[in-house]
């Protein structure tokens, strides 16, 4: 069993930045593929971030490549998200999530549990 829960989430100005954090107990992320998501009101839940726990590599969406950072610190846990110089549009609710998904998994189907999110809100 693994529970996820998120936390950093906050209000923002626009060109701000906000680290998220996810925190898994139970069964640890190393042989998990942790990621993160998000849904904005009205919109389908994207993906956002990935990282393969054992080996740290990481993969993003296009929207959010240059200014979003995925890490892992593995003494704690723990899973962050760095966001950067965000915009109106990164407002959201974001979501933690792991899986054992074999590649890069970019869909929601392919991560097995997830955490109750955060709301982040980025004015402009």
């Known amino acids: 069993q693994v529970q996820l829960v998120e936390s950093g989430g906050g209000s923002v100005q626009a060109g701000g930045s906000l680290r998220l954090s996810c925190a898994a107990s139970g069964r640890t992320f190393t042989v998990h593929t942790p990621g993160w998501f998000r849904q904005a009101p009205g919109k389908e839940r994207e993906f956002v971030a990935g990282?393969?726990?054992?080996?740290?590599?990481?993969w993003y969406a296009d929207s959010v490549k240059e200014r979003f950072t995925i890490s892992r610190d593995h003494a704690k846990n723990t899973v962050y998200l760095q966001m950067s110089s965000l915009k109106p549009e990164d407002t959201a609710v974001y979501y933690c999530?792991?899986?054992?998904?074999?590649?890069?998994?970019?869909?929601?189907?392919?991560?097995?549990?997830w955490g109750q999110g955060t709301q982040v809100t980025v004015s402009s």
């Open positions: 999530a792991t899986g054992t998904a074999w590649g890069f998994p970019r869909r929601s189907g392919e991560y097995d549990y």
């Open positions: 990282i393969r726990w054992i080996d740290g590599s990481t």
